[in-house]
């Protein structure tokens, strides 16, 4: 059975730009907070032990990969969103609007952390090196905080 007008209103697409849009600006906000975040303890950190800026470099790294999982999300809703002449369900638009919102929240939430975690982290390894490990740890998983958001996302943007 084949979408009349009547069962996919003409707002339906907005949903999905707004899914596109949300996974995209929530998850490069996340990672530019944490990247500018971290930079700071780094430029902070580098004053007194500027061998240590490539190894420093690990929080910031991890914060772009948060934008990674926003922009991953933010084109397969793109690619999905068709006008409602062509059968796009409002169901299908708040599916992606749910991804999008949880890749992008998600994201700016392990962004947040990545970066007061990379702050402090960096800064307390050049006065004791073996706080290192423990700051990839607690890194790790704050990341895995956007990459449980991007698996949601994954999985509401294949339902519809």
């Given at each position: 059975?084949?979408?009349?007008?009547?069962?996919?209103?003409v707002?339906?697409?907005?949903?999905?730009?707004?899914?596109?849009?949300?996974?995209?600006?929530?998850?490069?906000l996340g990672a530019a907070y944490g990247t500018a975040k971290s930079g700071t303890g780094i430029a902070a950190m580098s004053v007194m032990r500027p061998e240590l800026i490539m190894k420093s470099i690990?929080?910031?790294?991890?914060?772009?990969i948060i934008a990674i999982y926003?922009?991953?999300?933010?084109v397969l809703i793109a690619n999905n969103i068709k006008p409602p002449t062509d059968g796009?369900?409002?169901?299908?638009?708040?599916?992606?609007?749910?991804a999008g919102l949880s890749v992008g929240l998600s994201g700016l939430a392990a962004g947040f952390a990545i970066g007061i975690v990379g702050d402090a982290g960096v800064r307390g390894t050049a006065q004791q090196p073996r706080l290192f490990v423990g700051m990839i740890l607690i890194l790790i998983f704050a990341e895995v905080l956007g990459l449980y958001g991007l698996i949601v996302a994954l999985i509401l943007t294949t339902r519809g």
């Open positions: 059975m084949s979408a009349s007008y009547e069962t996919a209103p707002y339906g697409p907005f949903f999905g730009v707004m899914g596109a849009s949300a996974a995209m600006i929530f998850s490069a690990i929080p910031v790294v991890m914060a772009g926003g922009l991953v999300v933010s796009y369900q409002l169901y299908t638009g708040f599916l992606q609007l749910g």
